[in-house]
């Protein structure tokens, strides 16, 4: 059990110790024992070792949440899955999997109209007016709207 901790100024210990003081002048310029000192120091730098790992350790729990996510989308929910929350959810997973390779994670293609397709129907559910020919080229990706969509379109019917 021992005795309890003495409240030492830990801010003019640590700053002392920065300046290059030894144990014994800093001890004596906080009124206490070297040993004391020294024992406090010494679970300063546990408590910050394990501060620092919680970092790694933190990573793998997320890496652990997100393998179990991904284990409970079945293809039986996959397919019960409104179309929004599909093209949604393929963004994140894109934008997480190019930000892996280091590539930029901007979507294009039918995706991309999807997107822009969901943001007008949220902006008509909220009741904001909308201008096509006012929208933003970053929204909407495509200069002329007609050709790029038949260029996805390579099926042949």
Not at 73 to 99: C, F, G, H, M, Q
Request: charged residues 30%.
């Amino acid at each position: 059990m021992g005795r309890p901790k003495l409240d030492i100024d830990l801010e003019a210990a640590i700053d002392l110790i920065n300046r290059g003081e030894k144990v014994p002048t800093i001890s004596s310029e906080l009124g206490i024992s070297p040993p004391t000192l020294r024992a406090r120091i010494a679970s300063l730098q546990k408590e910050q070792g394990l501060l620092l790992q919680y970092r790694a350790v933190q990573s793998l729990q997320l890496t652990e949440l997100q393998a179990r996510v991904l284990e409970a989308i079945t293809p039986e929910k996959i397919e019960e899955a409104p179309l929004r929350d599909l093209v949604t959810s393929y963004k994140i997973l894109k934008d997480k999997e190019l930000n892996i390779e280091g590539k930029p994670s901007e979507i294009k293609g039918l995706v991309a109209h999807l997107i822009y397709l969901e943001k007008q129907e949220q902006a008509v559910a909220s009741g904001q007016i909308i201008d096509v020919e006012s929208t933003p080229e970053e929204s909407y990706p495509f200069t002329d709207k007609t050709n790029e969509l038949s260029l996805l379109d390579d099926n042949g019917f």
